[in-house]
Each structure stands twice: as structure tokens, then as C-alpha cells.
């Protein structure tokens, strides 16, 4: 069963043209197996328009229809920790029900992916835990994207997190320009919110140095593409020793190009192969600095317009 219309789905988020019953569409077809005989569709059937899966770049336009979704992306080299951090912030929330502040968690189109990415972490039938997989690399222009609500009465945030392989963000600071590299340039450039990741782990094994000359071209890289504002530093793995000289070349990299942008540190301690226990309190601040309103421009308002009506005038940004 498929459609001709590139980016519809009608069989998991229904008909992109707005046809209820499939039949009577004239971009979807119904491909069956020689001698395996013709189902018969219900045209009864609403389908919701999202899965419980990663969200896509189509998936944005439908959130946005209802309220402006804020990109956060986990920028880092492979094996940084990134998604693991991800998916210990969904924990800590799943496991208090509520956000920083006053907001409370008001849903998800997300849930089967968040349990995906999180089941790792939570124990099995035989006590056990552990990291979540690796990222898989791609060609995919637009990453994995989950979705998080909170709500404070009136206002609802909702929060769009991208769960991109480090190999994007290393080719991209390497060269920009290629084409693996669009998919690293899409996200950083379109978040709300920078996590850049610093793995402590890397920063303070054997090839110590080479990973510091990656993070330093990473820094500069997001730098040149996003400006100073709305980028934190995380590190990850901080129950891992790094030298004081190590992390004083990083967080003064890092203030040189961002100014005073917040660092946090986390950890995920483990102790034989299994993961003890995670740090909610400095979990929940990453998360409530993400939830924070970022930097905004700032418009100015001209009437060219002899009457003296607003809905004549137009801004020009600043």
C-alpha cells in the first residue's frame, strides 16, 4: 500500500491530501502479492497524525500548527554520552512527573521512541541495566526527533529533542560544507538550544589530545554557525577524573566563543557493567536551563501609513 505524494503516509499518520477514505484517493494504491486477494480498507478509520516513533521534518509542521516547538540538539563527537544523557533527562521526568519550575509534564507524541531510547537504563527481568546502543549513522538530513510538553496553566512549551549521530558533527567541523554534513548544519542551525557535549571519558584516556583538538575545532564550528547565544557546555561522564589542566583548556575555549554560557556537569555512575544510579538534580538543571525562553530578537515598528493604524505598520529587525 502505497501513496504517490513523496512524504505521505496514509497508513501510519493518514491521508496528506485530507482523504478520510483511502479508496477514493487518487494518489494511493493498494500493491498486492500475485493471487493474494484485494483487502478491503475500513473508511471509518481516523488515523492520528503521529506514531508514538522519532518525529521527522514533516512531523514539525503538524506541531507547529498548534504552538512553535523548540529544537534542542545534543552536539558532540561519537560515544559522548549523548543520547544516554538524553534519555536520563526523559527518566528523571518520567520519574517525578514534573519539569523545573512550575511546569508539569503535559504529554508526548513521542512515547514509543522515548521508551526505545530509555528501556536501557531501567532494569530488566533479571535486575540488570545498561547504556543505550549507538546512534546509527546516515545520510538523513533531519535526525531523530522526540517530543516533550510541559504546561504551566496557560502556556505549554513544547520541546523537540534531536537524537543525531556524533559522526555528523564530526564530519560537519571538519568540512562544513560536504554533503554529510547537512544534517549537523540543519540541526545546530535550527535548535533553540545548543547541549554541547564534552565526554570525559575521551578527554582524559589515552588519545586524550586528539579528542581535545576535536572538541576544540567542534567548538569553533558551532560557534561560527550559531552565534554566542543559547549554547551550554555538558560534561559528560564526570565521575571520570579529567586533569585541571584538561578542563580548564575546554571551559576556557568554550568561554572565549560563548562568553559566560552555563557548563554543567553529569554522570551516570556504574559499577560492575551496571548502571548504579543517575544524578537528577543536575539532570534537572540542564533541563530546566533548556526550558528557559532563550535570547529573542528584537524588532522595531514603522508606520508608513498617514493613518494612524497598527495594522498598517511593519517591522524591520534588528
Known sequence: MTCSRKGCYPLET???AGNPDLTKCPHYTQ??????????EPTDIVRMPWTGRAMGGKDIGFLAACTRPAIVSFVGPHDAGKTTLLAAMFLAV????DAP???????????????????????????????PPHTPDSDARVPGLLHLAFQDGACRRDLLFADAPGEW?????????????????????TARRNLLVADSAALSGDERFSAREQFDRLVGRLADATGRSNTALVWTKSDLEV???????????????????????TQIPVEGGEIVEAQPAALMQVLEWTL???DSRTFSVVHNSPADDPFLAYGAAR
Open 31 to 40: 500493491v498486492r502479492k500475485k493471487g493474494e486477494e484485494k483487502e478491503t
Open 94 to 97: 518520567f520519574d517525578s512527573g
Open 292 to 294: 528557559q525562553k532563550p
Open 169 to 189: 558533527y564530526s564530519r560537519w567541523a571538519r568540512e562544513p560544507s560536504a554533503a554529510g554534513s547537512k544534517g549537523a548544519a540543519w540541526v545546530t542551525t
Open 14 to 16: 493518514g491521508c496528506d
Open 101 to 131: 519550575g512550575n511546569l508539569g509534564f503535559a504529554g508526548s507524541y513521542s512515547l514509543s521512541a522515548w521508551h526505545d531510547v530509555s528501556a536501557f537504563m531501567t532494569l530488566d527481568a533479571e535486575g540488570a541495566s545498561s547504556f
Open 243 to 265: 586533569s585541571d589542566t584538561m578542563r580548564n583548556h575546554v571551559e576556557s575555549n568554550f568561554a572565549r566563543h560563548f562568553g559566560d554560557a552555563p557548563v554543567f556537569r
